[in-house]
């Protein structure tokens, strides 16, 4: 079965850096897009970032662009977020996602989350 499993968060301060990772498996991972979510504290879950098969194409939250990067391994089944110029508004646990279509239907899968917490 679909199996994801995020790492890499922590305590950082305002303007650092942190790489997530997601180690994905039980599926043929070059085959499907990925993307980020992320749930902030009484917030809703929201999108951060996409990236499509090949990671030609990837997609971001307006409030991360130009500060965080998606990318993939394909050999390695894993998706990053590498996430700089990091803001309090940051904060929130970080979700790794794929998504299946079927009978008009969308299957979400979802790691268990990674905390990132940025805070001086």
């Known amino acids: 079965q679909v199996q994801l499993v995020e790492s890499g968060g922590g305590l950082v301060q305002p303007g650092g850096s942190l790489r997530l990772s997601c180690a994905a498996s039980?599926?043929?991972?070059?085959?499907?897009?990925m993307a980020w979510y992320r749930q902030g504290p009484g917030k809703e879950r929201e999108l951060v970032a996409r990236?499509?098969?090949?990671?030609?194409?990837?997609l971001y939250a307006d409030s991360v662009k130009g500060r965080f990067a998606i990318s993939r391994d394909n050999a390695k089944n894993t998706v990053y977020l590498q996430m700089n110029s990091l803001k309090p508004e940051d904060t929130a646990v970080y979700y790794c996602?794929?998504?299946?279509?079927?009978?008009?239907?969308?299957?979400?899968?979802w790691g268990q989350g990674t905390q990132v917490t940025v805070s001086s």
């Open positions: 990236i499509l098969t090949t990671g030609a194409s990837t």
């Open positions: 039980g599926f043929t991972f070059s085959s499907y897009a």
């Open positions: 996602n794929t998504w299946r279509l079927s009978g008009g239907q969308k299957y979400d899968y």
